[in-house]
């Protein structure tokens, strides 16, 4: 009975029993009595099928506790000492199955879904055994095996002999589609760097590198054919006047791709199209609409010079481009992208135009359709199928496609419907080049990639997800900042996708985690926002703030000027405040960012403003009272103080329910043209006595031009000398109309961002 009752409670609690911390968690591990010594007599020993996988690991270990260990095979192996044992099949490659007569499709269908890797790590005294029903099996059971080591393994200064408690751990995935996007266009990552992240995405049971190797602002695939790609394509000016860019050379991609595929890492390649082109044309300029010369752009956003789609030249160049491309990979599908292309040029080209005449085709969407299709069906002759953006749907796409679905989880459901594979990265949990605000751990490990209202006819088209590291804000010294520790949140939602997962469970085990970060030079980021202000009015009118901090015994350090001094985390502002805060965590690190909040106390303070908008849900600046709260947006319009509405005047009244007197009044906005945010061309200020009949009290003219580049928060205030008498104060600030033709997205509907609207 005693003995029934002890199973019972490790089946259900898992790993928490155990003292390894494995992520992502197994699908089962159970402690079992004894331990297995590992000493120097140890014989490592590996099955033909899996030894190149063994000799990572014995190279690993070498390194680990400076041994001199060394593969023996099987096949001659004497059974005289205690072993770590590595065996599995050969894995039948989807290649040779279909070379095979008689193999039903449907079989191979299936094997293409499913995800394979499955192993059993098994010890005893005598010794441990790591069987895979394939290499790939073997090679998760390693990364598992590597995970039971101390963490002075990942320093080299392990010593033996060392005991390991026993396990038998059963094990295998439940996705088949485990990714990361690198960017590597925004900002270059050297070889080694890319490397080492596949390293990072083995250790945590990833499978896919998403190589996103053309941009706007950098090509970075040499290609025989075009020179100029690489010479002119693979360079930009950026703003400070100075050259930035690189590229990967046909030798460093081969070799990039063999290191990925010895760790069962599949890369996909980005090639872009028909937007985010702008690399390329600066290159070859025949490849745009308007054959003008433009440079390689240095700007963050979305373009309109796009490849132009009434020229045949365009598709021979990137039918010439793509063989090459398909040379260097030997992965089943080819990234094209599709994202973000505007139509603004194509509906101004007489060839696209003609394009569309002869092709019958409705619309320049239908001519996206086109040329998507265009490129699959020369892709298909290569034996390669395509995966693009949500976007391709638009208009219909080629039945062998894939989709990526990024604008939310919708394009996915609508892919899977029609019976396409599926790659979810919504920019909801999957965006980590967005701040730890938007998307923390925990939200990242909450994140279903199937999603609920999904019918489960269709679920098995759903492959798996990506976690897309964008790098405009991220040169690659940020990158394991923003990628640890969400990407390995991710990784066991792919892998172990354990519907009662719990967060907290899964912190317990980042903690081992993080020493090894440590050991492994990962500089890691915060888990989660560790500082946020609650913020209320009192009844004085008044602002208290309390910091709420995540673990509750992080360390504050209030900043004054040059100097600082610790901060208990409460306070009462009586008149305009701004307070900045240095977050540390209990282990010393400090939160890359301080944390300032801007305070202003007036009149207006905690009244609802009647507004003539529903905000968008993205950008509600906190809701009801977010324009009236006291707390201003900072200079990150994602902050969630800001409340934005695309498309038209935006209006707030404010009833005082008496007659006050006012001398200064006015708003903040937010101007960042290249994210369609306009600052308003106007802010108009009217006061009344009883709501109904209104008089002018200031009309603030924009400072700034709309073309302004930058990130930049506008303050609109005026100030006068004698009072002013009004129960009702309305604020009307004048859209700019939709984006202007100068913009890269002409015509489309602008932004307004505003928080606070103040009067004192
Ligand atoms: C994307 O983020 N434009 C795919
Ligand atoms: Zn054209």
């Given at each position: 009975m005693r003995t029934l009752i002890f199973i019972v409670l490790i089946v259900a609690t898992g790993a928490a029993f155990g003292q390894y911390s494995i992520i992502p968690q197994p699908v089962s591990m159970h402690v079992k009595p004894g331990v297995f010594t590992l000493d120097e007599n140890v014989e490592i020993v590996s099955k033909e099928a899996c030894v190149k996988e063994a000799r990572m690991f014995v190279a690993w270990l070498n390194s680990a506790t400076g041994g001199r260990f060394e593969v023996v095979p099987a096949e001659?192996?004497?059974?005289?000492?205690?072993?770590?044992?590595?065996?599995?099949?050969?894995a039948k490659s989807i290649g040779e199955?279909?070379?095979?007569?008689?193999v039903n499709p449907r079989y191979l269908e299936m094997m293409e879904k499913t995800p394979g890797g499955a192993y059993t790590l098994s010890m005893d005294e005598r010794g441990m055994t790591v069987t895979g029903t394939d290499p790939k099996g073997v090679f998760y059971g390693i990364q598992t095996l590597m995970q039971m080591f101390p963490v002075n393994?990942?320093?080299?200064?392990?010593?033996?002999?060392?005991?390991?408690?026993?396990?038998?751990?059963?094990?295998?995935?439940?996705?088949?589609?485990?990714?990361?996007?690198?960017?590597?266009?925004?900002?270059?990552?050297?070889?080694?760097f890319i490397k080492r992240y596949i390293d990072h995405l083995a250790y945590y049971k990833m499978n896919v590198l998403h190589w996103h190797l053309t941009e706007d602002q950098g090509w970075r695939i040499e290609i025989e054919k075009y020179p100029r790609l690489t010479e002119v394509g693979a360079w930009r000016i950026n703003a400070d006047g100075k050259k930035y860019g690189g590229y990967y050379t046909k030798a460093q991609i081969r070799d990039i791709v063999q290191y990925a595929n010895a760790r069962h890492i599949t890369?996909?390649?980005?090639?872009?199209?028909?937007?985010h082109?702008?690399?390329?044309?600066?290159?070859?300029?025949?490849?745009?609409c308007t054959k003008e010369h433009i440079p390689v752009e240095h700007e963050w956003g979305v373009f309109k010079d796009i490849y132009c789609a009434g020229n045949d030249s365009t598709f021979q160049f990137l039918e010439d481009v793509l063989t090459e491309v398909c040379e260097l990979f030997p992965g089943p599908y080819i990234h094209i992208g599709g994202d973000e292309a505007p139509k603004y040029r194509w509906e101004h080209c007489d060839k696209c135009q003609a394009r569309i005449a002869a092709e019958g085709l409705k619309n320049e969407a239908q001519l996206q359709t086109y040329f998507i299709e265009r490129i699959a069906k020369f892709l298909e002759t290569k034996g390669k199928r395509i995966i693009g953006w949500d976007e391709i749907l638009e208009g219909g796409i080629p039945a062998s496609a894939a989709v990526q679905s990024w604008r939310g989880v919708e394009g996915g459901i609508e892919a899977a419907k029609h019976g396409h594979n599926v790659v979810m990265s919504p920019t909801s949990h999957c965006y980590f080049d967005y701040g730890l605000e938007s998307i923390d751990t925990e939200?990242?490990?909450s994140f279903d990639p199937i999603p609920a209202d999904l019918e489960a006819a269709y679920r098995s088209y759903i492959l798996g997800a990506e976690c897309n590291m964008w790098t405009e804000r991220a040169p690659q010294e940020e990158v394991d900042d923003r990628l640890f520790p969400r990407m390995p949140a991710l990784a066991e939602v792919l892998w172990s996708y354990n519907p009662s997962r719990q967060y907290i469970e899964f912190e317990r085990r980042l903690g081992a985690h993080y020493k090894i970060w440590d050991r492994m030079n990962i500089r890691y980021g915060f888990a989660t926002v560790p500082l946020k202000f609650s913020t209320s009015i009192t009844q004085d009118k008044k602002i208290a703030v309390e910091a709420v901090k995540t673990p509750a015994d992080l360390k504050l350090v209030l900043v004054e000027g040059k100097s600082s001094k610790?901060?208990?985390?409460?306070?009462?502002?009586?008149?305009?405040?701004?307070?900045?805060?240095?977050?540390?965590?209990?282990?010393?690190?400090?939160?890359?960012?301080?944390?300032?909040?801007?305070?202003?106390?007036?009149?207006?303070?905690?009244?609802?403003?009647q507004m003539n908008y529903e905000p968008s849900k993205y950008y509600t600046g906190g809701g009801e009272g977010a324009l009236t709260d006291g707390v201003m947006g900072s200079n990150n319009f994602r902050d969630g103080h800001w409340q934005a509405k695309t498309g038209q005047d935006l209006q707030a009244t404010i009833d005082f329910g008496k007659e006050i007197t006012f001398t200064k009044a006015g708003s903040n906005f937010f101007h960042y043209a290249n994210a369609w945010i306009f600052r308003p061309e106007e802010l108009i200020i009217e006061y009344s006595s009883d709501g109904k009949v209104w008089k002018e009290w200031a009309t603030i003219p924009a400072p700034i031009e709309p073309s302004q580049s930058g990130e930049l928060p506008l303050e609109y205030f005026t100030t006068k000398s004698a009072p002013t008498t009004a129960r009702y104060i309305r604020f009307t600030a004048l859209t700019i109309g939709p984006c202007p033709t100068w913009h890269d997205a002409v015509g489309e509907p602008?932004?307004?961002?505003?928080d606070e609207v103040v009067v004192e």
């Open positions: 001659t192996w004497q059974y005289s000492k205690p072993f770590i044992l590595f065996a599995s099949e050969d199955l279909k070379a095979t007569p008689g393994a990942y320093s080299g200064e392990m010593r033996l002999p060392y005991q390991f408690t026993n396990v038998i751990i059963k094990d295998q995935p439940k996705f088949a589609h485990r990714g990361l996007l690198l960017d590597c266009c925004r900002h270059f990552m050297t070889v080694d890369i996909i390649p980005e090639i872009e199209m028909p937007g082109s702008v690399a390329a044309i600066a290159a070859y300029h025949h490849l745009g939200k990242v490990y610790s901060w208990e985390g409460k306070l009462v502002a009586a008149e305009n405040t701004t307070l900045e805060v240095k977050a540390i965590s209990p282990s010393g690190k400090e939160f890359k960012k301080s944390f300032v909040l801007k305070l202003a106390v007036h009149q207006a303070l905690g009244i609802r403003a602008s932004w307004i961002f505003w």
